[in-house]
């Protein structure tokens, strides 16, 4: 009990402390998001509403996917993120631009090619996405700080006031925690997400909308 009130403390002060960065890259993700959907909708729309095989593609052929498939999936590119992130953070950055982009190609494929496609695409995201973009975001936001507790910690291993490597990393190390919380925090984000895009978000839209 002490350890998760441990853990909810520093994610408490490390959200706060972060918070400018948080929602500054949510900002940033959404707009990627809707640049490559509004973008997309021209010649590029037009080729995609051509596409023949869509039944392959739908969220509804996710429903086949296993939840642990899809945490497996997700984790795995939040952690190649997380550590590419040393370097100057750009993975964190391309991530979140990669992402983005490819959520609103496949919004606009879906506007293109069903009717009010769109808008089912919405739907389907609203009951894992709260959860899976917040954690995306998130991971890169951990990278992010990976890189700075890095730079921190050169800085403090080559000042004269620093003496020895302890004393570096004592001066440095809050960023570094903070960094960790956040990345299992987001990792628990995604396991939240996995069974409900599994089992969940398909129904659901089709609830609303009507089927596939």
Request: aromatic share 10%; net charge positive.
């Given at each position: 009990m002490n350890i998760l009130k441990k853990f909810k403390d520093l994610l408490i002060e490390s959200l706060k402390d972060n918070k400018k960065l948080i929602i500054g890259l949510y900002v940033f993700f959404i707009i990627c998001i809707?640049?490559?959907?509004?973008?997309?909708?021209g010649p590029i729309g037009a080729k995609l509403s051509e596409a023949q095989n869509m039944s392959s593609s739908t969220p509804a052929a996710m429903q086949n996917v296993s939840p642990v498939d899809l945490f497996i999936n997700n984790e795995f590119g939040g952690i190649l993120v997380y550590f590419g992130s040393i370097f100057f953070?750009?993975?964190?950055?391309?991530?979140?631009?990669?992402?983005?982009i490819n959520m609103g190609l496949i919004g606009q494929l879906f506007s293109q090619v069903l009717p009010n496609g769109g808008l089912k695409f919405i739907i389907y995201l609203i009951p894992h996405g709260i959860f899976e973009l917040t954690a995306t975001v998130l991971q890169s936001v951990a990278g992010i700080l990976l890189f700075l507790f890095i730079c921190r910690f050169i800085r403090a291993m080559i000042s004269s006031e620093t003496h020895g490597v302890s004393e570096a990393f004592d001066k440095s190390?809050?960023?570094?925690?903070?960094?960790?919380i956040i990345m299992i925090f987001a990792t628990i984000l995604l396991l939240i997400a996995a069974p409900i895009e599994a089992y969940i978000s398909v129904p659901f839209s089709e609830l609303i909308l009507g089927a596939w």
């Open positions: 809707i640049g490559a959907w509004i973008l997309s909708a953070g750009i993975f964190a950055i391309v991530s979140l631009v990669y992402n983005g190390k809050k960023v570094l925690v903070q960094s960790l």
